[in-house]
């Protein structure tokens, strides 16, 4: 049997090297110096994986040459430079290494925290480089006994909160994807309340970078904060609005900002640069000897495991080809998983349980169809650290559970795909199903018989069915400047309905909290897909 062959294209850790060069099935090649054109045309056609970072694009160009490859590790959390459907469609899988530098992130957003209260960059600077002995102009506060909001409270946010705790600062966490346990265990405040994080002395978020959370702090949200207020983002760019930032660190309603991440890296000419209560570092979340040690290590297991066929580990998409399947199946799986997505964003609450249901011959899938829809309903809060290989295994260590079946088809259509999200306070049930080649659609929400397009921003309006109430669901959209691309309208036999708007624009938080006033209204979300 000839020996596999994997590419190290980027540079990492001695550690990593050693683990590829000391396992004697493979041969390893570490193309790091090599120019670029030299690795994707002569070293890539050898390679059946290959460990990347940021500096090689895995884009059409590299893949037309990647003939033998099968996996792909990315060493580090993002993917951007990862053509992943690319990826999948030649069966290549593709890997991140997404938790080896979770304590490098935690103690650098503890570094910001201090260095904001106590300004240390620029006390070190004023009596380094400019050799001034001024005690008197840096006074700070204490971390004791202030409030500290965590937005997001997965792998880094609880983490933070557990070190901020051992400062005897006062923690309360927001996150609607985890159930409070996980914050009151550890003596820290829950609330699924947002504005209780905007009452907080300091404020720091840890969440993926989603749909939902791109500008989760803008103007509004700021207005609300006190005054004198200490952010701190170690997590991704956009998360904070950075105009919004820079017009309250103007007016020092933000009083002190510690930033690693920005919008547009490298951010070298940032106007954040160029305040006074601003601390900046240039992205260094990971940059410690120890994560990149791990990282490397865990990116050579990986790439080890994958060549010899034993597992892939963090996988980010499914490792087969689009022709292993019936050609009718990967619609429904597609769809399935933009059903889960949709369900999560709608309940927003800590999950409980996720069933999926399969009626007609897509029903021999419905191991697949329950992974799909996993996937999808933990996107929302977990972004790209769930994959099709971990989904089942995160949602298990959730305590979420997970159940598949089959039930015979007595409905007018040949396939027909359910899922029922269960949360502690609802449950919600959506069900959907394929016309002709691959027209997705969801046809029931509950007891709402509904014929949806699953795709682009919706708005979900639960109300009691009186007069009315299309006009001023309407009225209000057009107000907000959005154009309705779609209405649809479902009916129960209780008096109440739901309406599905697809809208053009982005819709706000002020636009839902006016559909919640309308007198009509039961309930208000949204979801993007």
């Not at 500008?215 to 207020?229: H, L, P, R």
């Not at 349980?353 to 029903?363: C, D, F, L, N, W």
């Not at 109300?463 to 009315?468: A, K, L, T, V």
Request: charged share 25%.
């Amino acid at each position: 049997m000839s020996k596999m062959t994997i590419v190290v294209c980027d540079h990492i850790h001695e550690k990593g090297l050693t683990l590829l060069s000391e396992d004697n099935d493979i041969i390893m090649i570490n193309a790091a110096d090599e120019p670029k054109d030299i690795l994707i045309s002569k070293v890539i056609p050898n390679a059946d994986v290959i460990i990347t970072r940021s500096s090689t694009d895995v884009d059409e160009n590299l893949l037309q040459y990647a003939t033998k490859l099968k996996a792909i590790v990315r060493a580090g959390v993002g993917v951007d430079n990862v053509d992943i459907d690319g990826c999948s469609k030649r069966g290549i899988v593709v890997m991140n290494v997404p938790t080896a530098n979770t304590i490098a992130a935690v103690e650098l957003t503890m570094t910001h925290m201090l260095s904001c209260v106590r300004k240390f960059p620029y006390a070190h600077n004023n009596l380094k480089i400019d050799r001034v002995w001024r005690r008197q102009d840096w006074y700070g506060t204490e971390l004791k006994d202030k409030k500290l909001g965590i937005i997001g409270f997965g792998n880094i946010g609880s983490r933070v909160g557990i070190r901020a705790k051992a400062f005897d600062m006062n923690v309360i966490a927001f996150d609607p994807y985890v159930p409070s346990s996980k914050a009151t265990d550890l003596d820290i405040e829950y609330t699924k309340d947002f504005n209780d994080i905007l009452d907080c002395d300091i404020i720091t978020i840890h969440t993926p970078k989603t749909a939902e959370t791109i500008d989760m702090i803008t103007d509004s949200e700021i207005a609300q904060m006190k005054d004198g207020v200490v952010l701190i983002n170690c997590a991704r760019g956009g998360l904070y609005n950075e105009k919004s930032l820079i017009k309250a660190l103007e007016s020092k309603k933000i009083r002190m900002l510690g930033i690693d991440v920005f919008d547009k890296e490298p951010a070298t000419d940032h106007p954040f640069l160029d305040f006074d209560n601003v601390i900046v570092t240039p992205h260094l979340g990971a940059n410690t000897r120890e994560s990149q040690q791990n990282i490397a290590i865990s990116a050579a297991k990986q790439a080890l495991e994958s060549a010899k066929g034993i597992a892939y580990p963090n996988a980010l998409n499914l490792p087969i080809k689009e022709n292993e399947l019936p050609d009718f199946v990967r619609p429904f799986l597609e769809l399935i998983q933009k059903m889960g997505h949709m369900s999560a964003e709608i309940t927003k609450s800590p999950i409980k349980s996720i069933r999926v249901t399969a009626k007609g011959e897509i029903a021999k899938f419905v191991d697949s169809l329950g992974t799909f829809a996993t996937v999808g309903v933990l996107t929302e809060s977990l972004a790209d650290h769930v994959n099709y290989v971990n989904a089942e295994f995160v949602a298990e260590d959730r305590g979420i559970e997970i159940i598949k079946e089959e039930k015979p088809n007595h409905s007018g259509f040949n396939n027909k795909v359910y899922i029922k999200l269960t949360t502690d306070d609802s449950t919600l049930v959506i069900a959907g199903t394929i016309f002709g080649e691959n027209i997705q659609r969801v046809i029931m929400i509950d007891d709402y018989a509904l014929d949806v397009e699953p795709s682009g921003k919706m708005i979900f309006f639960r109300n009691s069915d009186e007069p009315g109430v299309i006009g001023d669901v309407g009225h209000l959209i057009s107000k907000h400047g959005l154009n309705i691309a779609d209405f649809r309208l479902g009916r129960d036999n209780n008096g109440k309905a739901l309406a599905v708007v697809k809208v053009d624009g982005n819709i706000t938080q002020d636009l839902k909290d006016e559909l919640a006033n309308l007198k009509a209204c039961i309930s208000v979300s949204f979801s993007t897909l």
